[in-house]
């Protein structure tokens, strides 16, 4: 059922956008991913999949590893193929149920490259251009400034429209990708009658951006080079509860959330406060007076703690040999999904 204008209950598809709640019983799509570029951190964990977990049991949700996003940037090819498995291995540990949600490998459904390309010709040269995240990574790898890395957010568009997701749990660094994809549904829409489902991207207060421990006004990121400002999902907990110990703070002494003067003391207010669910008013009135080495013991096992338990839960994943049937569950259902949309863009363009 198509529908021009029309108010439902669905986040902004009432304009010049396909609703996907046909009748009232239909969930709302989600969908995200995450490129296999490094391993995961604890930043992946709190502006991502922490969320995806909560959503499950709302909305019909697809996850995905985003290996072709991932080889913008050159990759070891083994380490890549290892971390198709473990990372799909670490969302489960994270709480994500194959049960409940739809976990699959972006490269093992055409539809994407074959959609990203469609979309690679709506989008422009100077909307690219604009891309944070493309001046960003262009700066990193000047000797290696791809046009994948540059269209990187039309193949996104794809991943997202495929599916017709209502909305786009993601970090605050990629709500950019995702503002943009809705224009581009709006373009397409426009020139060819509704066809994509406009989405929104969904963004958590706490946690939507994490820093590096070591330069807390830098995000904390898979692929940074210092290990000593990052927490790997895999890190071993004494290494991390070590790496909170020495996080850069500041010499003012006070604990108080203020990013702009004391990024660090902030952040760590805020991975204390996702990890254990206490507000950061509370845990900021619990320290008053009190100073930063207390305070960072207490964030340090909060750490140990959930790092020690989510490993747990890894290893016995990893060896159940369950991953690869979820993978291959995953993409079949995907595939499903995806060639249906794919199928009515070709007919639209022609
Ligand atoms: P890379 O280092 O390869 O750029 P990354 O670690 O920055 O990767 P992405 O794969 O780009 O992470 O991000 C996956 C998802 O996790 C995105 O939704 C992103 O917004 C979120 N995310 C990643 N790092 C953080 C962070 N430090 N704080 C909050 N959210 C994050
Ligand atoms: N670009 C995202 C990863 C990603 C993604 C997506 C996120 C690729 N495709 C679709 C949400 C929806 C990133 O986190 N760097």
């Given at each position: 059922m198509w529908y021009d204008t029309l108010v439902c209950n669905c986040v902004q598809t009432t304009f010049l956008g396909v609703c996907n709640m046909e009748n009232e019983n239909q969930k709302k799509v989600i969908l995200s991913g995450i490129q296999p570029s490094g391993e995961l951190t604890l930043g992946s964990y709190l502006g991502a999949i922490k969320n995806w977990v909560k959503l499950s049991d709302e909305y019909e949700c697809y996850y995905m590893l985003a290996d072709l996003h991932s080889i913008t940037v050159r990759q070891n090819p083994a380490?890549?193929?290892?971390?198709?498995?473990?990372?799909?291995?670490?969302?489960?540990?994270?709480?994500?149920?194959?049960?409940?949600?739809?976990?699959?490998?972006?490269?093992?459904?055409?539809?994407?490259?074959?959609?990203?390309?469609?979309?690679?010709?709506?989008?422009?040269?100077?909307?690219?251009?604009?891309?944070?995240?493309?001046?960003?990574?262009?700066?990193?790898?000047?000797?290696?400034?791809?046009?994948?890395?540059?269209?990187?957010?039309?193949?996104?568009?794809?991943?997202?429209?495929?599916?017709?997701?209502?909305?786009?749990?993601?970090?605050?660094?990629?709500?950019?990708?995702?503002?943009?994809?809705?224009?581009?549904?709006?373009?397409?829409?426009?020139?060819?009658?509704?066809?994509?489902?406009?989405?929104?991207?969904?963004?958590?207060?706490?946690?939507?951006?994490?820093?590096?421990?070591?330069?807390?006004?830098?995000?904390?990121?898979?692929?940074?080079?210092?290990?000593?400002?990052?927490?790997?999902?895999?890190?071993?907990?004494?290494?991390?509860?070590?790496?909170?110990?020495?996080?850069?703070?500041?010499?003012?002494?006070?604990?108080?959330?203020?990013?702009?003067?004391?990024p660090g003391v902030s952040n760590l207010l805020t991975i204390l406060s996702s990890l254990n669910g206490e507000s950061i008013e509370s845990i900021v009135e619990r320290y008053k007076g009190k100073g930063y080495g207390d305070f960072k013991k207490e964030v340090g096992a909060a750490v140990f703690d959930f790092l020690s338990e989510l490993q747990a839960k890894y290893k016995e994943i990893l060896s159940s040999g369950m991953v690869e049937q979820v993978i291959t569950e995953g993409n079949e259902k995907a595939r499903r999904s995806a060639h249906k949309k794919l199928m009515k863009v070709k007919k639209k363009v022609g």
């Open positions: 380490d890549l193929r290892r971390r198709t498995l473990t990372q799909i291995a670490a969302y489960i540990a994270c709480g994500l149920d194959p049960e409940k949600n739809t976990i699959f490998i972006q490269s093992h459904v055409p539809a994407h490259a074959e959609l990203g390309w469609v979309l690679d010709c709506y989008t422009m040269f100077g909307e690219l251009s604009r891309m944070t995240q493309f001046k960003d990574k262009s700066a990193k790898n000047a000797d290696n400034i791809n046009a994948g890395l540059f269209t990187y957010p039309a193949l996104m568009a794809a991943d997202i429209l495929l599916y017709q997701a209502d909305l786009v749990p993601v970090g605050e660094d990629q709500k950019q990708h995702v503002e943009l994809t809705r224009n581009l549904a709006e373009r397409f829409n426009n020139r060819y009658g509704d066809t994509f489902v406009i989405p929104e991207p969904l963004v958590s207060k706490v946690g939507a951006k994490i820093y590096s421990l070591q330069d807390p006004t830098k995000k904390m990121s898979k692929s940074e080079e210092n290990p000593k400002g990052t927490i790997d999902l895999l890190d071993e907990p004494a290494v991390a509860r070590k790496k909170i110990m020495s996080a850069v703070t500041d010499s003012l002494g006070i604990i108080q959330y203020d990013p702009e003067h004391q």
